[in-house]
């Protein structure tokens, strides 16, 4: 084993694990904060019928389908892993996990041009220059790799 294969071996098996699965339940949790501030600050996506059972709110089903999206997961596991954690439901204003039927007819009602805006949404605090902490955090030009 070459040098740098032992020391990525000994960085792996003394990362603390716990640490990190907190970091990713708490990911998840500030991604659909993020996902609900976005999508609740654009019109739904289409108006809900009034007669019928009472549907789930359109924006819901909205963040439901990028959470499915980030996860790359399909519909049925989404829905048992939003049955299980409850205080995502919570975030999401749901009472109860969509059904995995619900999940499919959602992602294919949902209009191209609005999860483009949503995306763009989304992303538009992480692009370069679009905020001036962004800015502070990266290096100098002087400090970067290649630089005399």
Not at 40 to 55: F, I
Request: glycine share 2%; proline share 8%; charged share 35%.
């Amino acid at each position: 084993m070459k040098d740098r294969d032992w020391i990525r071996y000994e960085e792996h098996r003394r990362r603390d694990w716990r640490a990190y699965e907190r970091f990713r339940k708490e990911d998840v949790e500030l991604f659909l904060q993020r996902a609900k501030e976005v999508v609740w600050s654009m019109p739904p996506p289409w108006e809900l019928k009034s007669n019928g059972r009472p549907a789930y709110p359109a924006r819901a089903k909205v963040i439901c389908c990028l959470l499915k999206v980030k996860f790359k997961e399909d519909y049925r596991s989404l829905h048992s892993y939003l049955s299980v954690n409850r205080d995502l439901l919570k975030v999401m204003e749901l009472d109860k996990a969509p059904s995995k039927s619900v999940l499919r007819e959602a992602m294919s009602r949902i209009p191209q041009s609005y999860l483009e805006k949503v995306n763009q949404m989304l992303i538009k605090p992480f692009k370069r220059g679009a905020s001036p902490l962004i800015r502070q955090a990266s290096p100098p030009r002087d400090m970067k790799r290649g630089s005399p």
